[in-house]
């Protein structure tokens, strides 16, 4: 038992949880290129190799020189390329197989005269989610990029990359089909104007409950390897696919407003939430059963305070350790930044990405 908030993983679930997405791809007859980004361990990586992945996805430099480190030859940074960072291209693709993300014209020229090494890119794509990339209608802007690739002396066009963001709004399984159904669509239009460049696809509620992909080519999801609370309400899972929990000790309970503080605030869960009905949660508790009357209301940079039903609260006690599932558990892998599994052993993570 810890005095302090400290990250579990399940690693029985994590495993269950890529086994069903790497055999989901194949039967999808697409090519599997998960994100790294929600668990950033070494060990963890490792067990995607147990179901034959060999290619992964990365959210930073930083990030891709980690898995480098373990073997990782094939690894695309899913961020926009960074012309400050061309020496660090240039290490990293002399060593492995790189690729990244491009939206302009302009970067693609400027980042060119500094490489030495050949790189993928692959072209953003925005599928209406209004983040980053091109939009998916602009077929000029598009084939524009695409010729200005081919143009080039270090860069080759890698396909299209595409995350649905807007799939995070969902709150049915439903939802999530028709959002995947809209992009797919639109992608199947790109397809048709460029049918020689593969199309890359990511995001873990649609690739949670699609089983076809119409015309993509190769998935990229990440979340799923642990999912959270977010992706319970969202539909994408069900909270016996969550291969993560935090553990916070309960320090007071207030009588007043029944209310249960723990040590456990944001830099241990982060800032990130949903709504839940009338109420907004930064994690949920782990009871049996759960209930939505009893949540993690309220943060500070330590602090938590736990709302409880009735019955949650005069089960709890000063003292007790109490589980909770994050909302967004790549954030709070990020922020905890060491799990521990099930048998008290310690397992790696990245440290300053």
């Known amino acids: 038992m810890h005095p302090f908030p ?44 147990e179901f034959g992945v060999d290619c992964i996805t990365v959210s930073s430099i930083k990030m891709a020189k980690y898995f480098l480190e373990d073997g990782w030859k094939d690894i695309t940074i899913a961020f926009p390329a960074n012309i400050l960072a061309a020496e660090y291209y240039n290490d990293i693709a002399s060593k492995c197989s790189l690729k990244t993300l491009v939206i302009s014209e302009e970067v693609i020229k400027k980042l060119d005269a500094q490489l030495e090494h050949k790189m993928g890119l692959y072209i953003e794509i925005d599928p209406n989610y209004g983040r980053s990339g091109i939009p998916i209608s602009n077929t000029q802007q598009i084939r524009s990029v695409v010729e200005c690739i081919a143009e080039s002396k270090h860069f080759y066009a890698a396909g299209f990359y595409c995350h649905a963001g807007h799939s995070y709004q969902a709150r049915s399984k439903m939802e999530i089909q028709a959002v995947a159904a809209e992009v797919l669509d639109a992608l199947d239009v790109l397809k048709k104007e460029f049918p020689d460049l593969p199309i890359c696809f990511g995001d873990t509620p649609c690739c949670s409950v699609m089983n076809t992909f119409g015309p993509v080519d190769q998935i990229s999801p990440g979340n799923f390897v642990f999912y959270d609370w977010m992706q319970v309400q969202i539909g994408a899972c069900s ?42 949660s930064f994690g949920q508790p782990i009871l049996s059963p759960i209930s939505q009357d009893t949540y993690l209301k309220n943060i500070s940079q330590e602090h938590g305070l736990i709302q409880c039903g009735a019955e949650d609260y005069q089960s709890l006690r000063i003292g007790d350790i109490i589980r909770i599932y994050p909302i967004h558990s790549c954030l709070t892998a990020d922020l905890m930044r060491k799990y521990y599994t099930k048998d008290g052993r310690i397992m790696d993570h990245m440290k300053g990405c």
Request: with cysteine; proline share 3%; hydrophobic share 35%.
């Open 6 to 49: 400290t990250l579990f993983v399940d690693l029985d679930i994590v495993r269950a949880n890529i086994q069903k997405m790497a055999q989901k791809a194949e039967h999808a007859e697409v090519e599997f290129r998960p994100h790294f980004k929600t668990h950033q361990s070494k060990s963890i990586g490792r067990i995607f190799r």
């Open 239 to 280: 909270p016996d696919e969550i291969g993560v929990y935090m553990e916070c000790p309960i320090i007071e309970k207030f009588d007043d407003r029944r209310q249960v503080l723990i040590h456990g605030g944001a830099v241990h869960f982060s800032k990130e939430s949903i709504q839940i009905g009338h109420n907004q």
